[in-house]
C-alpha cells in the first residue's frame, strides 16, 4: 500500500472532488443521464460521485439509478476512492479467482489490501451478484476506518441511537454499522431493510455522505513544513588512478543543512563530466546538480549544484604478485631469476591495474647464452615459445607459458624470454615495459 499520511482534506481540495463537501445537496442538473431527472432526490449526489470521477453511467447514456449495485461495481468506486487518497498496489494478479476484468484487478487489490473489501472465504469476489444494504453498510464502516482510523461505528458510540424498525433482521455482527450510518445521518429512513439489495441512485448518496463525514471526522494532520537547504557541504577533492571508472569514485550523495534547523537532510548527486573528459591524467572539475525525493525539500538554484576536483594520475603499474608452476616466485628490478632442474609449465603475473592484451600476443626467445659445451642451437631469437592470456574472470592477472615441448628445463645456460607485443591499459596506455622478463639459468 503506497499511502503516506497527510491531511485527508486534500482529496476533496481538488477540482475534481471539491464538490463532495458542499454544505447542502439540492437538486442540479444531471450529468445527462437520460434516467435521471433533475428533480430526482438522488440528481446531486450522482452528479458529485460522477464529478468526483468516482462513479460512472453506462454506454446507452443511462445512470441505470434504480438498478441493484453489483459487488463489483462497488470494488470499482471505494477503489478509486482510496486510489485519489494515495492508496496503490503493487500486485497484478487477480485479487479473486473469479475475477477477469483488469479495472477490476486494480481496484480490487487496493480495496483487499485496505482490508475494505476482501470477498468470500472461497477466494471468490462474486462480482456479479447485488450487495446487499448491510453488507454496504460494513463496508462503508470499514472505509472509514481505514482512512481515518476511527470507524463509524466508534465515532456513533456517544450519539443517542435513533430509531431503525428493522434492525434485529440484519446480520449481528453488522448491527453496530447499520446502527452508524443511521445515527451518523448517512442513512435516513426508519426501515433500513438489511437483506435488500442497494440501488444505484441509492449508493450514490450513500458514498458521498459517507465521504463527507469521513472528512467531518478524520484529524486534520498537519502539513510538514518545508526544509529549506542552507547551505550544501563541500566535497573533498579525489585522486584515482588513470583507467579508473571516475563517476563510479564520485560520491552518490551529500549533506547539506536546513534554514532554522540543526537538522541535515540528504541529497542525491547527478555528475556530470566536464566537456572533452577521456579520462586521461590531469586535473579536471566535475559537476554535480543535487536533488531530493523529499517533496517537503526545496532547493534554491544557487543552492542546486556541488563540483568537486578529480585528479587523474598516470601512475605506473606495479607487479603485486608472481607465480611460477603455482608457486610464488620473486622478482627484482622487473626479472624473475630461476634456478630450475625441471620445465617452467606456467607463470602468473598479477598487475594492480586491469590490462588488454593484443590478439596475437605470446611469448618470445630474446637472448639465449648456452654453454660453450651445451651444444645448443644459437638461432632460437625471436621464434616464438609459448602462449599469453588473461586469467579467466580476473583481467588483471596475465598468464604466460613459456614452453610448448620439453620446457625450458631442456636448455643449459641462461636463457631470457619476452613479450612479443604491447600490453595496455583499459585507457589504452601502454603496460609492456612493466612485464617482468623471465630468465632461466639451468643448473
Not at 218 to 247: F, K, M, Q, R
Not at 275 to 288: A, H, N, P, Q, W
Not at 352 to 371: G, K, M, Q, R
Request: charged content about 25%; aromatic content about 8%; glycine content about 8%.
Amino acid at each position: 500500500m503506497g499511502y503516506q499520511q497527510k491531511s485527508y482534506k486534500k482529496f476533496i481540495a481538488t477540482a475534481a472532488t471539491a464538490t463532495l463537501v458542499a454544505s447542502a445537496i439540492v437538486p442540479v442538473a444531471s450529468a445527462s443521464f437520460s434516467d435521471v431527472a433533475d428533480t430526482h432526490e438522488f440528481a446531486g449526489y450522482i452528479n458529485k460521485a460522477v464529478e468526483a470521477e468516482l462513479i460512472k453511467g453506462y454506454a446507452d447514456g443511462t445512470f441505470g439509478i434504480n438498478d441493484n449495485l453489483k459487488r463489483s461495481q462497488v470494488v470499482l468506486i471505494i477503489g478509486r476512492y482510496l486510489e485519489k487518497l494515495g492508496y496503490t498496489s503493487k500486485e497484478t494478479t487477480s485479487p479473486w479467482l473469479d475475477v477477469k476484468d483488469e479495472e477490476v484487478i486494480k481496484y480490487g487489490n487496493i480495496v483487499k489490501e485496505a482490508g475494505v473489501f476482501t470477498g468470500y472465504a472461497d477466494g471468490t469476489l462474486k462480482g456479479g451478484s447485488f450487495i446487499t444494504r448491510e453488507n454496504m453498510a460494513v463496508v462503508l464502516d470499514r472505509l472509514a476506518e481505514k482512512v481515518t482510523d476511527t470507524s463509524f461505528s466508534k465515532v456513533a458510540e456517544g450519539i443517542e441511537d435513533k430509531k431503525i424498525a428493522d434492525l434485529a433482521t440484519a446480520n449481528a455482527d453488522y448491527q453496530a454499522s447499520i446502527q452508524a450510518l443511521r445515527d451518523l445521518g448517512i442513512s435516513t429512513v426508519e426501515n433500513f431493510n438489511p437483506k435488500g439489495n442497494v440501488k444505484r441512485g441509492q449508493f450514490a448518496k450513500f458514498i458521498v455522505t459517507a465521504v463527507e463525514k469521513i472528512n467531518e471526522i478524520a484529524p486534520e494532520v498537519p502539513e510538514a513544513p518545508e526544509l529549506v537547504v542552507e547551505s550544501v557541504n563541500a566535497i573533498n577533492a579525489i585522486t584515482v588512478v588513470e583507467g579508473t571508472d571516475v563517476h563510479a569514485a564520485l560520491p552518490k550523495t551529500v549533506e547539506a543543512t536546513v534554514v532554522d534547523s540543526k537538522d541535515k537532510v540528504t541529497l542525491d548527486i547527478k555528475w556530470t563530466a566536464p566537456e572533452g573528459f577521456e579520462g586521461k591524467d590531469g586535473e579536471y572539475t566535475f559537476t554535480g546538480t543535487v536533488s531530493s525525493a523529499d517533496e517537503k525539500v526545496v532547493i534554491s538554484e544557487d543552492k542546486a549544484t556541488v563540483t568537486v576536483k578529480v585528479t587523474i594520475d598516470k601512475t605506473a603499474p606495479t607487479i603485486e604478485s608472481v607465480k611460477v608452476n603455482g608457486t610464488t616466485a620473486t622478482y627484482d628490478k622487473g626479472v624473475i631469476t630461476l634456478t630450475q632442474g625441471s620445465a617452467v609449465d606456467s607463470i602468473e603475473i598479477t598487475m594492480s591495474e586491469a590490462v588488454v592484451l593484443p590478439a596475437d600476443l605470446n611469448v618470445l626467445f630474446d637472448t639465449v647464452d648456452f654453454d660453450a659445451n651445451s651444444g645448443a642451437p644459437t638461432d632460437f631469437e625471436g621464434r616464438a615459445y609459448g602462449t599469453v592470456s588473461l586469467k579467466e574472470g580476473d583481467n588483471k592477472t596475465i598468464i604466460i607459458n613459456p614452453s610448448e615441448n620439453n620446457g625450458v628445463a631442456a636448455y643449459v645456460g641462461t636463457v631470457t624470454f619476452k613479450l612479443s607485443g604491447t600490453v595496455k591499459d583499459l585507457v589504452g596506455n601502454d603496460f609492456s615495459g612493466a612485464i617482468p622478463t623471465l630468465q632461466v639459468t639451468s643448473k
